[in-house]
């Protein structure tokens, strides 16, 4: 049963990606990409994917908007999109994506054994990482919101507000495309189709890495240096949004450097289309469509000598990526009133956000987020500090690189004033995401598109120094061999423990019941409470749940964190003879209280009003009903 189903999620991921290449093929063709991408071994495909899972993803939004969000339609998308690749992307995307293949197939076949083996260790530890992805979801965010939103979507039938979970209002390119696997299946499938963004992006590493006159050799260690990052493995077994953005960027870069060849108006346009896809998967990459506008204005300055020129150029790759990723602030001002909610409700509108109620000396949730991912106390620091703490502090970046990294950094600078111009370019670019990447969210995986592209230019180091004596070129082969035996060990303590509940042996309740405490430390230990939840409370129970990570919960709830601070009356909510009342005004008939939780004066004033009957204790959670109590009229 269980291979069955290891088979079906795998028959579904290759749906997903041939509705995604005929979604890709249809853009790409409607707008003269084809054209230009087909010149260009190997790019159309990978244009046509990256484009393609854009295109699916508004496609969804806009039949989300519309309130036909049903699965059958989904069903109906997916395999109408896959009919049309085999006629529209047949020349496109098929032929050339199997010519691809067969090309490296056969250079490949043609590595000296040590880069045979480090391809081939590469390959098992993405064999690793698809079996991690197969099992239950357990990520923190994931549980939170990054499926929150899509299940919230699909009970609705459409693109709703969810006040009680107010992350869901960010830009959400990426979790579009969890709706669809999570309609089609579950969020095991949005995490293998997750798992598989990882690996276009390896293709983009190889395709960016050839443009820049990299070998193929040297583009094995490129690849390998990148996908051994210890985080790869915990990102691939989660529905988080980085592989995805990572891919949309990657593609962006590739389509500029090649603006940057032709200056043709299409790459330029082509580009500024992922981008949108990139700025569109998370907020803080909105800096990244400012940033590469300037260095479209100051490349083509650079080209034509002409202000005006170079304007024209920045404008159009500005209002193109700012016309497609709008949509999700348009969206976002219709819903809730404000269109980068929740920040900033007090200033530009929307629901407004009360963290004081949380506690004594709480500042407002926005004000506490942008001043977390932006670190205004000391950015500057900050862009040198964190070198230091990829390598002798990586529990605060969670994850860990490879030395070579940093220890090729200065090599990588010197290729600055003596490297072709297009390996230059690619030095420009991860420059600028590593300006933002720092000041904002400074983990690991956040810093995938930096890591990808200097994955590039460390390679190319790390082979220039082995040519220079034969001592150096073993000291390499030890360095990467001894990384690449690490990273393995280290995918296979993460996957191991998965295995059991992929085959079969182990049962979904078992593993979160086991898995999720190990996993999520404090914050999944109240299953045990959910499942009762899930088991005893009547069908039209609805539950103030303490705990954010709803995703496994059967009956209708509302997250106690954002109940308080946007939905219930704060001069009721604390008041022990009135705070019944606001409970019954949402409709809640039960609440679980998660003993570790932050919200204590909530559960005090709720205790202290004797109108709660406790159902089941569990590790960390207690489940009560709410007594009978006279609701009150509200004026």
């Given at each position: ?70 699965v ?15 006629f ?5 995307f098929?032929r050339?994506?199997g ?39 357990l ?41 669809v ?58 529905g ?8 949309f ?21 082509l ?8 700025a ?13 506008s ?44 404000n ?21 004594p ?30 390598l ?24 600055v004033?003596?490297s ?11 420059l ?20 990808a592209?200097?994955?590039?230019p ?23 061999g ?65 705990d ?9 709830y ?31 008939t ?46």
């Open positions: 049963m269980a291979a069955l189903i290891v088979a079906w999620r795998l028959i579904e991921l290759t749906l997903f990606m041939t509705a995604a290449a005929g979604a890709g093929s249809i853009v790409m063709r409607s707008f003269g990409f084809d054209r230009i991408a087909g010149s260009i071994p190997g790019a159309a495909p990978l244009f046509s994917l990256s484009v393609g899972l854009g295109a699916l993803a508004y496609s969804i939004l806009a039949i989300g908007l519309l309130g036909l969000l049903h059958w339609v989904i069903w109906a998308l997916i395999l109408t999109l896959g009919g049309l690749s085999l529209v992307g047949r020349d496109l098929w050339q994506a010519s691809s293949i067969r090309c490296l197939w056969v250079g490949a076949t043609r590595l000296p054994f040590p880069f045979l083996l480090v391809l081939l260790a590469t390959g098992a530890m993405a064999a690793l990482n698809l079996a991690a992805a197969l099992s239950p979801p990520g923190i965010d994931d549980l939170s919101y990054h499926f929150i939103g899509p299940q919230r979507y699909l009970e609705a039938h459409k693109i709703v507000f969810i006040p009680d979970a107010f992350l869901t209002s960010l830009p959400f390119t990426m979790e579009m495309l969890w709706t696997a999570i309609g089609m299946d579950s969020g095991e499938l949005a995490q293998v189709i997750n798992w598989s963004l990882g690996l276009i992006a390896l293709f983009w590493i190889a395709l960016i890495g050839r443009h820049a006159g990299l070998r193929l050799r040297e583009i094995t260690i490129a690849v390998a240096l990148y996908y051994s990052i210890s985080t790869i493995t915990h990102v691939s077994e989660t988080v949004i980085e592989f995805g953005a990572t891919v960027i990657l593609a962006c870069v590739f389509g500029l450097l090649n603006w940057q060849r032709e200056y043709r108006l299409r790459w330029l346009a580009a500024a289309v992922l981008m949108a896809f990139y569109g998967s998370k907020l803080p990459h909105v800096l990244a469509l400012i940033a590469f300037g260095w479209v204005f100051g490349a083509g300055w650079w080209h034509s000598r002409s202000f005006r020129r170079a304007t024209e150029w920045a404008f159009a790759f500005g209002i193109i990526s700012t016309g497609v990723v709008g949509i999700w602030y348009v969206k976002n001002w219709a819903m809730s009133g269109p980068v909610y929740p920040f900033f409700p007090s200033e530009l509108g929307g629901p407004p956000i009360r963290a004081e109620l949380l506690g000396g709480e500042i407002t949730f926005s004000d506490s987020w942008f001043r977390s991912i932006l670190h205004v106390e000391n950015p500057i620091w900050r862009l040198f500090f964190h070198l230091y703490r990829l002798l502090d990586p529990g605060k970046v969670r994850g860990h690189i490879s030395p070579m990294f940093l220890s090729a950094l200065p090599f990588v600078i010197a290729m004033f003596r072709r111009s297009r390996m230059r370019t690619i030095l420009a670019f991860a600028l995401l590593y300006l933002i990447w720092v000041p904002t969210t400074f983990f690991i995986r956040t810093g995938f598109p930096v890591l592209l200097m994955s590039i460390v390679a190319a180091v790390v082979f220039e120094l082995a040519d220079r004596d034969r001592f150096l070129k073993l000291t390499m082969a030890v360095l990467v001894m990384w690449i035996a690490t990273s393995m060990l280290n995918v296979l303590r993460n996957t191991v423990p998965t295995l059991p509940v992929v085959v079969g042996y182990q049962s979904t309740d078992d593993y979160l019941l086991t898995r999720g405490s190990e996993v999520a430390s404090d914050s999944f230990v109240f299953y045990d409470a959910m499942r009762y939840m899930n088991r005893e409370l009547p069908p039209d129970a609805r539950v103030l749940l303490w954010s990570r709803g995703y496994y919960m059967e009956r209708p509302i997250f106690a964190f954002e109940f308080i601070q946007t939905m219930a009356d704060p001069a009721r909510i604390y008041d022990t003879e009135t705070v019944m009342n606001e409970l019954r005004r949402f409709g809640i039960h609440v679980a209280m998660n003993q570790n939780s932050r919200r204590l004066q909530l559960r005090q004033t709720l205790e202290d009003t004797g109108q709660l009957n406790c159902l089941y204790q569990g590790r960390s959670t207690v489940v009560c009903a709410l007594m009978s109590y006279p609701v009150e009229n509200d004026s």
